[in-house]
């Protein structure tokens, strides 16, 4: 009878002591994994100079405008934002900038009916327009707005955006020149 228990103790007992290290390993390798990767260093260029590239950021979210007036200024650009479509034509009735970057779902102008604005007037048609949003079908639905330099979702990868910025403010500046 011990004989029987001690084979019934081998063959269940050996693999259960064997099995039950190996998932505890994998279960904290598996979670060591969900863990987020450490945070990126930001981009840094150099300081803004007087005449810097001038960007309008136009967001109806306070924390995006936010987000992007600190990644924006953090690589030298002058920074103005505006909260919605309307804003956004004052401030580009005053002012210009190089790059309009802009959300295209906002209260009373969204941000398809201020990129056909900006295109349809003689001053701005050619400016450069970033499109940013945070919805599916808007994405889908931007692709019919004709002259945009890039369309951006939520949330955004900052060195993608940072080079697409720097690029379209070069050209913008070597076209007035």
Known sequence: MFEQLHDTLNV????????????????????????????????????AQPGSARVLVVDDSAVARAKLRK?????????????????ALDV?????????????EMPNM????????????????DLPIVAITGHDELHARVHDCQGLYGIFKKPWNDRE???RIE???ALRAARAS
Do not use: C, H, W
Not at 71 to 87: H, I, K, P, R
Not at 92 to 104: I, K
């Open 110 to 125: 969204n941000g398809i009916e201020l990129i056909a604005a900006v295109q349809g007037n003689m001053d701005t048609e």
């Open 167 to 169: 690029a379209l403010a």
């Open 12 to 47: 269940y007992l050996i693999p259960f002591v064997i099995a039950v290290p190996i998932a505890i390993v994998l279960l904290l390798a598996a979670r060591r994994e969900e863990q987020p990767p450490a945070p990126i260093a930001p981009v840094r260029a150099p300081a």
């Open 92 to 104: 580009l009735n005053r002012s210009r900038f190089e790059v309009l970057v802009t959300d295209l």
């Open 161 to 163: 955006l940072l080079k």
């Open 71 to 87: 990644l924006f200024e953090g690589a030298g650009y002058l920074v103005e934002t505006a909260t919605d479509g309307n804003e």
